[in-house]
């Protein structure tokens, strides 16, 4: 954890995530969110790049849009289509952080949606931003899921990133159809 923080500081791009099927372990014991959180400038539009949730769902077109409510709530909309239907969704979310008055204050928002909480391990603001959820499996293993974001028209190399098993990502699709 403490080498990883340190990777973080020194060079924001070349942070190491590590997906793999069932972790051993709790929820609970996971923090994934990077120090130094700045919601502000993560408000805005992120365009979905690449994904890992289990069950995939057939989601693609996926856009995320986080905006300002109040002082301390967020919004979060999100809209997708299934290809395979045609049928689009739109759905908005209540967040907040989890911790506001931290010191420093880590990427960990509260939602309402399944995944409860979103982890932002790793954002740069204005090209991309990584965001996890956890969800336990049993009493004794969790998943990390993992959603990849862009920038509207910013390009995404994987390669760019340290991503270990990177394999049970799929890219998301975004063209129309
Ligand atoms: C912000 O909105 C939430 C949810 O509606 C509410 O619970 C909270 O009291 C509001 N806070 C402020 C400062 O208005
Ligand atoms: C779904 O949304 C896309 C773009 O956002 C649009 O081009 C398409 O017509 C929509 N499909 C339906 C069935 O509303
Ligand atoms: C935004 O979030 C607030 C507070 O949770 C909620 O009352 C409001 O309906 C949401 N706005 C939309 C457009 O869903
Ligand atoms: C939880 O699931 C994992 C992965 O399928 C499995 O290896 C483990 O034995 C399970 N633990 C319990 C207590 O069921």
Known sequence: MFSKLILLLVAPAVFGIKLQLYQQGLCEQVNLGRPFFEMDRFLGEWVEHYRFVLPDNQEDCVKNYYSAFNGTFYNLTETKTNIASGRNTSSTFSVR???????????????????EIYYVPATDYTRYAFVQACEEVNST???QYLWLLG?????????EFNIQGSELLRPTIQDDR
């Open 141 to 143: 293993h969790y998943n």
């Open 97 to 115: 952080l989890a911790e506001p008055l931290a010191n420093p204050v880590y990427g960990k928002l509260l939602v309402n949606n399944v995944h």
């Open 151 to 159: 920038r509207p028209g910013v390009n995404i190399n994987l390669a």
